[in-house]
């Protein structure tokens, strides 16, 4: 498996913007995906964006157009560049790798948008 440690959240105002990063414990181009997920209070995990070792990206359709994946092989890492947030973005954001065909998750860091 690998280790994933997500940073970068915190309490924000509506229409600001966060730079979240998840360092990989492996060189990531041996990683075939990375996914950011996020869990709100009260709902289930629902996947937000994705980037593959080809470097193509997906992401979801509340978050596209203000959320930009992107990674990082020097640093081993993936951001998540969050831009416009919105109170309803407030949630607790997962990085997720799949790695030799094994799921691997962080703890997860959380973003509060509110006024």
């Known amino acids: 498996q690998v280790q994933l440690v997500e940073s970068g959240g915190g309490l924000v105002q509506p229409g600001g913007s966060l730079r979240l990063s998840c360092a990989a414990s492996v060189n990531i181009d041996s990683i075939n995906a990375l996914d950011w997920y996020r869990q709100a209070p009260g709902n289930q995990r629902e996947w937000v964006a994705s980037i593959t070792r080809g470097g193509r990206t997906e992401y979801a359709g509340s978050v596209k157009g203000r959320f930009t994946i992107s990674e990082d092989s020097a640093n081993d890492a993936v951001y998540l560049q969050i831009n416009s947030l919105k109170p309803e973005d407030t949630a607790v954001y997962y990085c997720?790798?799949?790695?030799?065909?094994?799921?691997?998750w962080g703890r997860g860091t959380r973003v509060t948008v509110s006024s």
């Open positions: 997720k790798a799949m790695y030799r065909g094994l799921p691997s």
